[in-house]
């Protein structure tokens, strides 16, 4: 459980600099952007390897805390897609699907980690989910709060894209990879 918690803190750490330390994000990227993007870069990837390492040793013997609900995979499945589009139209050109969510990249971390709690309920998976669940909405508010531009519509093209691309991976997900990354197969 202590390696994916340190997973954790290490990815969500870097994260949330943005967050609580705007100022100090923005001398880092004044100063040197490549090297802030490479320390930021290299800090969520070994917080993202902790987290993957701790889930695979903990998920075996993770408590249940929660019983799904029965039809929350179903749900989980429509979820996911959802989020694997909106993570397409996050980035590609402003299209109808990024004018109207704003933050299509948060919205569908937040979808994904909805859809896995519904679908799951031993403590690794609370943790893993919960905590993005909780850094997506926590991270939404700060961006609501920051003053940024509108996003201005480009292309309905990109939404075509989005579509695409989002629902090709999924499928790759749901069909392949998911089973053989994560030892689970989402179709049961």
Not at 7 to 24: E, Q, S, T, W
Not at 32 to 37: A, G, M, Q, T, V
Not at 156 to 170: C, E, K, P, Q, T
Request: hydrophobic content about 60%.
């Amino acid at each position: 459980m202590w390696i994916l918690i340190a997973g954790l803190v290490v990815f969500f750490a870097i994260h949330c600099i943005r967050i609580v330390a705007p100022d100090f994000r923005e001398r880092q990227l004044a100063q040197n952007e490549r090297r802030w993007k490479g320390i930021y870069s290299l800090v969520s990837l070994v917080g993202l390897g902790l987290i993957i390492w701790g889930w695979w040793v903990y998920r075996g013997e993770a408590p249940e805390i929660y019983e799904p609900p029965a039809w929350g995979r179903h749900v989980t499945m429509l979820l996911v897609l959802l989020a694997f589009i909106l993570l397409a139209a996050s980035n590609m050109p402003a299209g109808y699907i990024k004018t109207w969510v704003q933050h299509p990249m948060l919205t569908g971390v937040f979808l994904w980690a909805l859809g896995h709690l519904l679908a799951n309920g031993d403590q690794a998976s609370l943790l893993l989910f919960g905590s993005f669940l909780v850094y997506s909405l926590v991270d939404r508010i700060a961006v609501a709060v920051r003053p940024a531009p509108p996003v201005a519509f480009v292309s309905a093209r990109s939404d075509v894209l989005a579509i695409v691309i989002g629902a090709v991976i999924y499928a790759i997900f749901v069909l392949y990879l998911h089973g053989l990354l994560f030892g689970v197969s989402p179709l049961g």
